[in-house]
Nanobody
């Protein structure tokens, strides 16, 4: 599975942004997907995840109620809708995939085998 993230940019606090991740390959629907982010000098952290069917989602506490992860298995895409952005959301955002047909999702990056190249989100105050 190859992943291509896009949609990053410079926005002001309170604005919205939608990240997209396009996946290649015919097995996309067999993979759970996740979004992670990393600030330079800090460890990469989990943001959101979605199961292969889209029926289960998980978020880090600081983005709950503001971010929404979704997927379209007919288009091999996963998206992250980010609303009410804050300066502390500034980071490089990565999409990731792990083969899983479980209804559960995990947030630990060690379980994700495939990674996109990252897209920069900058939120100004």
């Amino acid at each position: 599975v190859q992943l291509q993230a896009s949609g990053g940019g410079l926005v002001q606090a309170g604005d919205s942004l939608r990240l997209s991740c396009a996946a290649s390959g015919r097995t996309f629907s067999s993979h759970a997907m996740g979004w992670f982010r990393q600030v330079p000098g800090k460890e990469r952290e989990f943001v959101a995840a979605i199961s292969w069917s889209g029926g289960t989602t998980s978020y880090r506490d600081s983005v709950k109620g503001r971010f929404t992860i979704s997927r379209d298995n007919t288009k091999n895409t996963v998206s992250l809708q980010m609303n009410s952005l804050k300066p502390e959301d500034t980071a490089v955002y990565y999409c990731a995939a792990r083969f899983s047909q479980s209804t559960q999702v995990v947030g630990a990056e060690k379980y994700y085998r495939y990674w996109g190249q990252g897209t920069l989100v900058t939120v100004s105050s």
